[in-house]
């Protein structure tokens, strides 16, 4: 059985320059969920990077929920990240 499995499942919406993104990833944490998206043959890995370096932050007063944001060349990337399953 895969360690993976007993992971929690994250839905991370990305909002940037007028686009959304939505991915999930099985991983420990809303910030290991993050730091998968760092890929290093993604043209996306430096904003990946630069939000998983950020960190995340919880939102204040909802349950299961982080975002994180950087600025890439002047435009805001935001992410929320939803803990959707054990």
Known sequence: ECA???????????????????RQ??????????????HPTDTKTKLFRALAEQ???AIEGIENCWC????D????????IVKTAE
């Open 4 to 22: 993976e499995e007993y992971m929690a499942r994250f839905t991370l919406i990305l909002e940037f320059r007028g686009g959304t993104y939505i």
């Open 73 to 80: 060349h002047g435009k805001l990337a935001l992410v929320n």
């Open 68 to 71: 994180s944001s950087t600025s």
């Open 55 to 57: 960190g995340v932050v």
């Open 25 to 38: 990833e099985r991983a420990a944490s809303p910030q290991a969920a993050l730091k998968k998206l760092v």
